[in-house]
């Protein structure tokens, strides 16, 4: 087995075991939230939340197949991805603004860095 086929394996792991891994605790993080959204941005949170952890999933079959949707779909989870992470310290609890935007900065760098592995993997290809 040559070196860009343990690579590509490697990082194809890591970023499907991240992505399915996120996409259950969102997916069913969501769901008991529901209940206690109170507010639109609670609840606005919440669905972005379940559809963040869809679009894990999407960007998993993606790896697979329905390559000429990918693209979309890796951008609608990006900006899901951060949405959750900067709302989440705005409508749960008092609204921290900084946290907020110390949040979305990290999630973006997870993303930016799971998006570039997986481009990675497609030109081990």
Not at 18 to 34: K, M, P, V
């Amino acid at each position: 087995m040559g070196n860009n086929k343990v690579i590509k394996l490697l990082l194809s792991g890591i970023v499907i075991l991240f992505l399915a891994i996120f996409a259950w605790w969102a997916i069913e993080g969501s769901t008991r939230q529901w209940y206690h959204s109170e507010t639109v941005g609670q609840q606005i949170e919440t669905v972005m939340q379940f559809c963040s952890g869809i679009l894990s999933l999407l960007i998993i079959l993606t790896l697979f197949r329905w390559q000429d949707s990918a693209r979309p779909i890796r951008l609608a989870w990006l900006i899901s991805f951060v949405g959750i992470a900067a709302l989440s310290a705005l409508v749960w609890g008092p609204p921290m603004p900084l946290v907020s935007l110390g949040f979305a900065v990290v999630s973006f760098l997870i993303a930016w860095g799971i998006l570039l592995m997986i481009r990675k993997v497609e030109k081990l290809n």
